[in-house]
């Protein structure tokens, strides 16, 4: 299981149910990356999507403690358990965590990579995502430094969890 996001530089993830920013050759790199994968989700993330539809060519899991919660061509998942259950008849590295700040926080132990595009700005925001540089279990890989959309500078890092816990 890997996640993929972006933070600012305060590792700030959305700002009322949004992401904090929209870069156009970002999300080709995330389109590109999940497609043909499976994406997990919590059910505010899913409702944020355009159009509240599945993200076409991927399979879509979403994380829903409303047991009567309905979404056509989505699968929804009350538990971890029932999560991971779904899950393991997938290769680990074709399941993305794609948010919001709860979904990553409870499922990030169990990830063994983070892709993250980081804004070299600092922004408004009411969702975060642990900041992985403090944390001395996963280890940053530079993907693309110096990258630039308008007056935008952003890197992409590839951080690897070196204490992946399985889910029992």
């Known amino acids: 299981m890997k996640a993929i996001l972006s933070v600012d530089k305060n590792w700030g993830i959305g700002y009322k149910g949004d992401l904090l920013k929209r870069i156009p050759e970002d999300m080709r790199f995330f389109k590109q990356t999940t497609m043909g994968k499976v994406v997990v989700m919590g059910r505010s993330t899913f409702e944020s999507l355009p159009g509240r539809e599945p993200l076409k060519g991927r399979t879509n899991i979403v994380l829903s403690t409303n047991k009567d919660y309905s979404l056509p061509g989505v699968t929804i998942c009350i538990s971890l358990k ?4 779904i899950t393991s008849s997938y290769a680990e590295d074709d399941v993305y965590v794609i948010g919001g700040a709860q ?28 900041d992985l ?3 001395d279990s996963w280890t940053p890989v530079i993907l693309a430094e110096a990258l630039q959309h308008n007056d935008l ?16």
């Not at 029932?82 to 259950?85: A, G, I």
């Not at 500078?153 to 029992?168: E, G, L, M, P, W």
């Open 133 to 135: 540089d403090k944390d």
């Open 153 to 168: 500078r952003y890197s992409r890092v590839k951080y690897v969890n070196s204490r992946i816990v399985q889910f029992t």
């Open 82 to 85: 029932e999560l991971f259950e």
């Open 103 to 130: 979904v990553y926080s409870e499922l990030l132990p169990f990830c063994s990579e983070a892709i993250i595009t980081k804004f070299e700005e600092t922004y408004d925001a009411d969702a975060f995502f642990p």
